[in-house]
T-cell receptor, first 109, second 119 residues
């Protein structure tokens, strides 16, 4: 079945450093969605990418969908303690949202 | 606050028992999704309902069942519980729509979850 792999699984950064997480699929995706889950919280939708090579920005967050639509990335510039949480990616296909394992980000002040 | 409500917030029960988790979607949303989140399996899609009908199925065990009622709230029934069923169960909702045979790629709004502990 459809699977996406996220790397890294964990990332510890100093506040102010940049952070990137990658989402990789062996098959072409029609779309990719990104969610953030704070510790003890529930997943919250961040963004959806649909077009090949698409890049979208939300303040310090930059989301990218690969040209082949097989991978995606989330880059956070100058991390803050409010960025702490687990970031999930996955395609929404056939009524299913198939999440990767997530990347857990911790930020040291 | 996403607008999706789930009850109960916590549930402690014993192996072999049966429990029912309840979800009320956001006002106006027709689709309800159930997910299981455990430490070793991550966030797993279980099942989706749209306007009362099952629309998509994921890794849902035969011991688990769900339904969506005319008022659009949904219940997830877990029976013959095992220790490994201990997890956080999320419900999500979306507007729900179709374009031919393809579903709109929609934002899902997650509820706060029900934490189930099977002892």
């Amino acid at each position: 079945g459809q699977q996406v792999m996220q790397i890294p699984q964990y990332q510890h950064v100093q506040e102010g450093e940049d952070f990137t997480t990658y989402c990789n699929s062996s098959t072409t995706l029609s779309n990719i969605q990104w969610y953030k889950q704070r510790p003890g919280g529930h997943p919250v939708f961040l963004i959806q990418l649909v077009k090949s090579g698409e890049v979208k920005k939300q303040k310090r967050l930059t989301f990218q969908f690969g040209e082949a639509k097989k991978n995606s990335s989330l880059h956070i510039t100058a991390t803050q303690t409010t960025d702490v949480g687990t970031y999930f990616c996955g395609p929404y296909q056939g009524g299913k949202l198939i999440f990767g394992q997530g990347t857990e980000l911790s930020v040291k002040p | 606050d996403s607008g999706v409500t789930q009850t109960p917030k916590h549930l402690i029960t014993a192996t072999g028992q049966r429990v029912t988790l309840r979800c009320s979607p956001r006002s106006g949303d027709l689709s309800v999704y159930w997910y299981q989140q455990s430490l070793d399996q991550g966030l797993q899609f279980l099942i989706q309902y749209y306007n009362g009908e099952e629309r998509a199925k994921g890794n849902i065990l035969e011991r688990f069942s769900a339904q969506q009622f005319p008022d659009l709230h949904s219940e997830l029934n877990l029976s013959s519980l095992e220790l490994g069923d201990s997890a956080l169960y999320f419900c999500a909702s979306s507007v729900g729509g179709t374009s031919g045979t393809e579903w709109y790629q929609e934002t899902q709004y997650f509820g706060p979850g029900t934490r189930l502990l099977v002892l």
